[in-house]
C-alpha cells in the first residue's frame, strides 16, 4: 500500500473549517483513501473514503485531486470535539485482507 | 447497535502472569483485527481473521503472544507469561470482509505490566 505523508500537527478556530492535506504521491489506480481519527483515549473512528471523486457524509467532506496525488479532509464547521489525531490510509482493494496501516497522523486541536 | 465490545477496559497486572483480553466483535461482521499501540511505535496490526480463521499473524510479537476466534461473536488475545514491555493500548476491530469497508473499533484495553 501507498505511503501517506501528513503535517505532523494542525490549529483550528472553532467553528472555522479544518482543512487537513495528506500526500500520496505513489498512489496507485486500485487504492481508495480512508481517512479515520482518534479522539484522546478512544479507538480509532471511521470518517470517510474515496477513489477518484469527491465525497462527502456527515461527518466531513474529502476532496481528492484530479492526479490522485493528494488529498484533502474537510471538516466544514470544527468544534472542541473534534480536537484528535487523523490518519489518512491509502489501501487497494486486492490486498489478502483488510488491514489498514497507520501512521503518525496530524493531530488537530481546535481552540475555543 | 452495539459496537465492537472489548473487556477489561483496564488491566494491571504483574510480570509473568498471563493476560486474557476480550473482544466481541459487532454481529455479521466476518474479520476480526487486534491492534497494539505504543507512543514508540504507534498503532500496530498484530494479526486478523477472515470467518474465524486466522489469516495473517505476522504481526504477532513473539510466542508469548496467541490469539483465537473460537466463534463469530468472540475473539481473545493472550499473552503468557507477561513483560512491561508489553504494556500498551490494545485494540480489537471488525469489519465486513469487502476490502472497501471500513474497520469499527472497539475503546481498547490498556494495559499495564509491572
Known amino acids: 500500500d501507498a505511503k501517506t505523508t501528513q503535517p505532523t500537527s494542525m490549529d483550528c478556530a472553532e467553528g472555522r473549517a479544518a482543512n487537513l492535506p495528506c500526500n500520496h504521491s505513489?498512489?496507485?489506480?486500485?487504492?481508495?483513501v480512508y481517512w479515520y481519527r482518534q479522539i484522546h483515549s478512544q479507538g480509532p473512528q471511521y470518517i470517510i473514503h474515496?477513489?477518484?471523486n469527491n465525497e462527502t457524509n456527515e461527518m466531513a467532506s474529502l476532496i481528492i485531486t484530479e492526479d490522485r496525488k493528494s488529498s484533502t479532509l474537510i471538516l466544514p464547521h470544527a468544534t472542541l470535539r473534534d480536537t484528535a489525531v487523523y490518519y489518512c490510509i491509502v489501501k487497494a482493494l486486492e490486498n489478502t485482507g483488510n488491514q489498514f496501516y497507520f501512521g503518525t497522523g496530524t493531530s488537530l486541536t481546535v481552540i475555543p | 447497535d452495539a459496537g465492537v465490545i472489548q473487556s477489561p477496559r483496564h488491566e494491571v497486572t504483574e510480570m509473568g502472569q498471563e493476560v486474557t483480553l476480550r473482544c466481541k466483535p459487532i454481529?455479521?461482521?466476518?474479520?476480526l483485527f487486534w491492534y497494539r499501540q505504543t507512543m514508540m511505535r504507534g498503532l500496530e496490526l498484530l494479526i486478523y481473521f477472515n470467518n474465524n480463521v486466522p489469516i495473517d499473524d505476522s504481526g504477532m510479537p513473539e510466542d508469548r503472544f496467541s490469539a483465537k476466534m473460537p466463534n463469530a461473536s468472540f475473539s481473545t488475545l493472550k499473552i503468557q507469561p507477561s513483560e512491561p514491555r508489553d504494556s500498551a493500548v490494545y485494540f480489537c476491530?471488525?469489519?465486513?470482509?469487502?476490502?472497501?469497508?471500513?474497520?469499527?473499533f472497539g475503546d481498547g484495553t490498556r494495559l499495564s505490566i509491572l
Open positions: 505513489t498512489i496507485s489506480g486500485n487504492e481508495y
Open positions: 454481529s455479521g461482521h466476518n474479520s
Open positions: 474515496g477513489l477518484k
Open positions: 476491530a471488525s469489519s465486513n470482509r469487502d476490502n472497501r469497508q471500513p474497520q469499527h
